[in-house]
């Protein structure tokens, strides 16, 4: 019922720029919190970054200052632009929505893109 479809991902040298975005798209009401984790090789996923509708984000520690999130409420779509990256930013990096479908607007469910490799490497 609902499709979320990230971009942007690929190979960087450190200190490099990525931009990675996600539109979601379906039956969709309304889309709440929106953001990004990912996961790298043997490890748990981990938070990236969040944004409510009313583009109040929320970073982990690692990101802060290189990493900003942002969201087009009309379009469904969230941004991810990934500033001086580094190594061990290497992941796969999926994007998260929370929907209101037009049959249950009662509750906000989550969904998952399909995750878009980011790696970063000399």
């Known amino acids: 019922q609902v499709q979320l479809v990230e971009s942007g991902g690929g190979l960087v040298q450190p200190g490099g720029s990525l931009k990675l975005g996600c539109a979601a798209s379906?039956?969709?009401?309304?889309?709440?919190?929106m953001g990004w984790y990912r996961q790298a090789p043997g490890k748990q996923r981990e938070l990236v970054a969040i944004?409510?509708?009313?583009?109040?984000?929320q970073y982990a520690d690692p990101v802060k200052g290189r990493f900003t999130l942002s969201r087009d409420n009309a379009k469904n779509t969230v941004y991810l632009q990934m500033n001086s990256l580094k190594p061990e930013d290497t992941a796969v990096y999926y994007c998260?929505?929370?929907?209101?479908?037009?049959?249950?607007?009662?509750?906000?469910?989550?969904?998952w893109g399909q995750g878009t490799q980011v790696t970063v490497s000399s």
């Open positions: 998260n929505a929370n929907v209101r479908l037009t049959s249950r607007i009662y509750e906000y469910i989550p969904y």
């Open positions: 379906g039956s969709i009401a309304s889309v709440g919190v």
């Open positions: 944004i409510t509708s009313g583009a109040s984000t």
